[in-house]
């Protein structure tokens, strides 16, 4: 989740420095712009710790690893994020203080407030971040967990909304029930669907 960006350019050094000094708060960096990344709600920090530990366990054995959003992600050489949750198999992002560089999948919880942008803004620059190979974007509101999935230049989109679907993240060679992603969660009852015979 994030707030407005400031007005005013600075440098790649200077973002860094910047988010280096702030102990409370983390900062993303977008073309010269930093943008406050805001705090998420009770329920956004319990997917997000439900998708890292699902991803921990499907990922035992490999050299994948999981990253909370604590670790800073390059997307090109003047935009860093901090997604929900990222997937890297590279080794030098375990020993990289600064950044994940090579990051394979990218995770966002969306939220009210920030949906719109995870959607567009933020989804293009993980679709022009070479490394990327699937976004999955995840609705704390409802059963609705989205992949988009890198096929060469083009981007497939694949949705699962049932309680018994079973994600499948193929670049990591998972398959994750969808309910571990909501484990524990409340979600509001669904609406009935319209009867078709009115």
Same mark, same amino acid.
């Not at 960006?5 to 050094?13: A, K, L, R």
């Not at 983390?26 to 705090?39: C, F, N």
């Not at 009770?42 to 997000?48: F, G, K, T, V, W």
């Given at each position: 989740m994030a707030a407005e960006?400031?007005?005013? $350019?600075?440098?790649?050094?200077e973002y860094f420095e910047l988010d280096r000094n702030m102990v409370d708060a983390?900062?993303?960096?977008? +073309? &010269?712009?930093? %943008?406050?990344? /805001? &705090?998420g709600t $009770?329920?956004? /920090?319990?997917?997000?710790m439900?998708? =890292? /530990? @699902?991803?921990? @366990?499907? !990922? %035992? =054995?490999?050299?994948? %690893? @999981?990253?909370?959003? +604590?670790? %800073?992600?390059?997307?090109?050489?003047? #935009?860093?994020?901090y997604p929900d949750v990222t997937v890297s198999c590279s080794a030098e992002d375990i020993l990289d203080p600064t950044a994940i560089r090579s990051p394979r999948v990218v995770f966002e919880v969306l939220s009210p407030n920030t /949906? =719109?942008?995870d959607r567009n803004k933020k989804s293009n620059m993980y679709r022009a971040c070479p490394s990327i190979e699937a976004i999955v974007l995840i609705d704390p509101q409802q059963l609705s967990v989205e992949v988009l999935l890198r096929d060469g230049d083009f981007w497939h989109h694949f949705s699962y909304y049932t309680a018994d679907a079973v994600v499948e993240i193929p670049p !990591? &060679?998972?398959?994750? $029930?969808? @309910?571990?992603?909501?484990? +524990?969660?409340?979600? *509001? *009852?669904? !609406? $009935?669907?319209? +009867?078709? #015979? !009115?």
């Open positions: 960006p400031q007005h005013q $350019p600075i440098t790649v050094e983390k900062y993303e960096y977008y +073309d &010269g712009y930093v %943008r406050l990344m /805001a &705090g $009770p329920q956004h /920090a319990m997917i997000c439900n998708v =890292g /530990a @699902a991803l921990t @366990a499907a !990922l %035992r =054995g490999s050299k994948c %690893r @999981a990253f909370t959003s +604590d670790a %800073r992600v390059q997307v090109s050489q003047k #935009r860093y994020v /949906a =719109g942008f !990591l &060679g998972v398959h994750i $029930p969808i @309910a571990e992603f909501y484990q +524990d969660i409340e979600l *509001p *009852p669904e !609406l $009935p669907l319209p +009867d078709s #015979r !009115l």
